[in-house]
């Protein structure tokens, strides 16, 4: 077999060329009963075989574990929970809403392709309040929407109604009026309020 520095290198394989290997088989590694060839394209698909066997791939049950991926000339990987999203073709949260007296809304997420998140809330005045969602990295445009379980409740003084919008791609807005008043104490079990946010990608 001549050595690798009597020979010219070829940097762009195509499927019919023919790679050199030298038989593990044969006992005599320098005879020429142990210069074998395989072809690229053999190759190539034996190599893809062996990465889709790593148990890496076949064992990622968990969010957070990582499986590699065949990209163009890199040797990449992905978390689960992130192919599961590409796959999806979009990412998605929804949180129930509770308040009790003036105090800010709590969020409890009851779904989120990203884990348990906490999004922080402020009361700015009775029946507005804000919501930090930093958090949620979200690009604000067409391809998101925000909304609510229902727009309309009730309370002792009447028809309630709900508000929510982004004022910006960190922070969302919620309002609860009744007869065009701002009113404390709307997001309650009584009303059972939902929020969902979702991203196309």
């Known amino acids: 077999m001549p050595k690798t520095s009597d020979l010219v290198q070829k940097t762009t394989l195509v499927a019919a060329d023919e790679i050199l290997i030298v038989d593990s088989a044969v006992v005599d590694p320098t005879s020429d009963e142990a210069t074998k060839y395989v072809t690229e394209a053999n190759f190539s698909a034996q190599v893809q075989d062996d990465l889709m066997a790593n148990a890496a791939v076949t064992e990622a049950t968990v969010a957070t574990d990582t499986v590699p991926i065949l990209a163009s000339s890199v040797n990449s990987k992905i978390t689960l929970q992130n192919l599961m999203i590409q796959m999806k073709g979009y990412k998605e949260y929804t949180f129930a809403i509770r308040q009790s007296g003036t105090d800010a809304p709590t969020l409890t997420v009851r779904h989120s392709d990203y884990g348990n998140i906490i999004l922080p809330s402020s009361r700015s005045s009775a ?38 919008y982004f004022s910006s791609a960190t922070q969302i807005v919620l309002e609860s009026r009744v007869n065009n008043l701002s009113l404390d104490d709307s997001f309650n079990d009584r009303n059972g309020i939902t929020m969902s946010i979702v991203e196309s990608i």
């Open 127 to 164: 029946g507005m309040y804000f919501i930090d969602i930093t958090s949620l990295n979200l690009t604000l445009g067409s391809n998101t929407n925000i909304g609510l379980s229902n727009y309309r409740g009730d309370t002792d003084l009447g028809a309630l109604t709900f508000g929510v």
